[in-house]
């Protein structure tokens, strides 16, 4: 069992900045995937924004390559989400994720389906 908390959400100017924060506890094996996916407001459907494996690759979604970047420190039990150039379809509840051990992740979509995941912090970007 993985606990998930999140912290760093707020709202910004769309070209703004945040950083995200996601601390585990528990099991915090690294030998798993973990991410972010995000559900706007509104939406039934929840978007996969990145993640990474147990070997450190990391797929991000279309939507957010290039603006976003994922990192993970395996000492602290942390994983961070830089997002740069936010844009207003960026708001969105963000939530950190993590599969079960041994697993592994090719898609940013995959963590939509994880078994773990935090309570959410929210992301509002204005135009």
């Known amino acids: 069992q993985v606990s998930l908390v999140e912290s760093g959400g707020g709202s910004v100017q769309a070209g703004g900045s945040l950083t995200l924060s996601c601390t585990a506890s528990?099991?915090?094996?690294?030998?798993?995937?973990m991410g972010w996916y995000r559900q706007a407001p509104g939406e039934k459907e929840q978007e996969g924004v990145a993640?990474?494996?147990?070997?450190?690759?990391?797929n991000y979604a279309d939507s957010v390559k290039g603006r976003f970047t994922l990192s993970k420190d395996n000492a602290k039990n942390t994983l961070h989400l830089e997002m740069n150039n936010l844009k207003p379809e960026d708001t969105a509840t963000y939530y950190c994720?993590?599969?079960?051990?041994?697993?592994?992740?090719?898609?940013?979509?995959?963590?939509?389906?994880?078994?773990?995941y935090g309570q959410g912090t929210q992301v509002t970007v204005s135009s």
């Open positions: 994720a993590a599969d079960q051990t041994g697993g592994w992740c090719y898609s940013a979509a995959d963590s939509v389906l994880w078994p773990y």
């Open positions: 528990g099991d915090t094996s690294s030998n798993r995937c």
């Open positions: 993640v990474i494996d147990r070997k450190g690759n990391i």
